[in-house]
């Protein structure tokens, strides 16, 4: 599978000079001339499959491809779990780029492909849990989100990071009806974007993301309810005060803020209690969910003076 190609614009003229003097420097240690700039890129698959796995990747059975990438959330194209798979076949993610602003030293337009380029890339397995009850374990492959984010030297007054998706109603079709406000947003505070878990995935299962699992590029939260994850990533914006996000608009009562997973705080209409395991039979019991989805260890500090029933 084709990832990203380079485009026919040279990379000084949309990258800043200093990480575009560091790109060259990687692909000199590629050993790809720089003539190679103008040359396609070998196929980003080829690449994913030789990607070391990071540290987060002990002892969880992954989950079939097949199941992780035909029953996805993606209220872009649809609210049906399985249409998305052909819907977002339409979308075109190269050229892709990413608007960072905001509470930023280094604001900018960047290209996805020179994002690429200036992080290393790993693969991540984590346990993902939906809020609506299911869970599935991706190996995911992306980069740190703390990583990227020091590349843009955030200000002192920078406390939340906000994401945004595209907006684009002509192929995403699902934003021609309301049933969110337009474009999805979510957001972290700054140290749970900056926790080590946290993650930007632009592949997985040793290929680059399916359109409908959020390609080019989405995040991973892995202990927060999957509607965090947003999908399709053009904006990341720092700032002072807390984001409004899409759901939170949508639905206050039901989709909180912080949205850690917690077995001990229903969703108004169901119990967070247990979760479906994602292309297991019908006769596989429920999984108990354990808090923070089981990352408690590296992210209960992040809460610890909270009273997680009022920050759900
Ligand atoms: N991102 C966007 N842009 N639009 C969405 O509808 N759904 C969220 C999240 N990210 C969503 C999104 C929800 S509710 C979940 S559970 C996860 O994506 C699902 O990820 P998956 O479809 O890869 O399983």
């Not at 700039?37 to 690449?47: N, R």
């Not at 991540?124 to 995911?140: D, G, K, L, N, T």
Request: aromatic fraction near 12%; charge should be positive.
């Amino acid at each position: 599978m084709k990832f990203q190609k380079i485009p026919a614009i040279k990379s000084s003229e949309i990258t800043e000079q200093s990480i575009f003097e560091n790109r060259r420097q990687l692909i000199k240690l590629a050993m790809v001339s720089t003539v190679g700039l103008l040359v396609p890129t070998p196929s980003m698959a080829k690449i994913y499959s030789k990607i070391p796995s990071g540290k987060q990747s002990v002892n969880l059975e992954t989950t079939d491809f097949k199941d992780v990438s035909n029953y996805t959330n993606y209220y872009e194209f649809t609210t049906n779990k399985q249409d998305a798979t052909h819907l977002a076949k339409n979308l075109k993610t190269d050229p892709w780029s990413v608007t960072v602003e905001g509470e930023v030293e280094k604001k900018g337009t960047f290209f996805l492909e020179d994002i690429l380029k200036n992080n290393a890339l790993e693969e991540r397995i984590y346990r993902f849990r939906c809020v609506e009850a299911w869970s599935m374990v991706v190996p995911w492959i992306g980069f740190s989100l703390a990583d990227f984010i020091k590349q843009f030297k955030p200000t002192s007054k920078a406390k939340f990071v906000e994401f945004t998706t595209l907006y684009d109603p002509e192929i995403m079709i699902g934003q021609k009806t309301k049933v969110l406000d337009w474009p999805y947003v979510e957001a972290l505070r700054m140290d749970e974007a900056m926790n080590p878990l946290t993650f930007m995935a632009t592949g997985m299962y040793d290929d680059a993301l399916p359109n409908q699992n959020g390609a080019p590029l989405r995040l991973i939260v892995p202990w927060k309810y999957g509607f965090k994850s947003i999908k399709a990533i053009v904006k990341i914006r720092f700032t002072e005060k807390m984001p409004v996000t899409a759901w939170n608009k949508m639905a206050k009562k039901e989709y909180g803020f912080f949205a850690n997973v917690n077995p001990e705080v229903s969703h108004p209409r169901w119990s967070q209690k247990r979760e479906r395991i994602l292309g297991a039979s019908i006769f596989t019991p429920k999984r108990t969910t354990e808090m923070f989805n089981g990352y408690g260890e590296q992210v209960a500090g992040l809460y610890s003076n909270m009273d997680l029933k009022t920050f759900y």
